[in-house]
């Protein structure tokens, strides 16, 4: 990308900053994982650096995991370059978990799926428990039982910059 994707900006705001304040409508603290920029000074945030950042998206999944609040009932989780969910997805998503409190709850759109993800307090450990090669979708998928997918009308829960294309169109499309 040329530049950490946490400061790329849309509609004013740099990515980190949108998703705390999306997911912080609901969530308290927002744990921002950081990697090789490691202080972004993000207002809102608590940012977490990962010191093993170089092993990929589960060890900064794994990090956050660890930074939870005690109290904490449920985490949400999204990479940053995923920063174009609304906040009614997030409100969506934590109205449904209150109502078992339990499992997985997902958005999806036309059967397909996107995050953020939220998860129930009691599968941090599954996630925890992964060798450093494993997926957080290893543990979504082995508790597909415990999975419930809400049907969002949200396109922003399929936004993944990964190139300079994507985020060309992710600016272009509003």
Known sequence: MGSPKALLEWEGETFANRLTRVLGTVASPVILVTGA????????????????????????????????PAAAPAFFFAPVDCPAFCEATVEYLWREFERERSGFVIPRMNEKRGHPVLG????????????????????????????RYVDVDDPGIFTDVDTREAYEALKASR
């Open 37 to 68: 920029n490691r202080d972004l000074g993000v207002a809102g945030a608590l940012e977490i650096w990962n010191a093993g950042w170089r092993e990929g998206q589960l060890s900064s999944l794994q990090a956050g995991i660890r930074a939870l």
């Open 120 to 147: 129930a307090r009691s599968m941090a450990a599954e996630f925890l428990a992964l060798p450093a090669d494993g997926q957080a979708r290893d543990v979504v998928h082995r508790y597909r039982s415990q999975t």
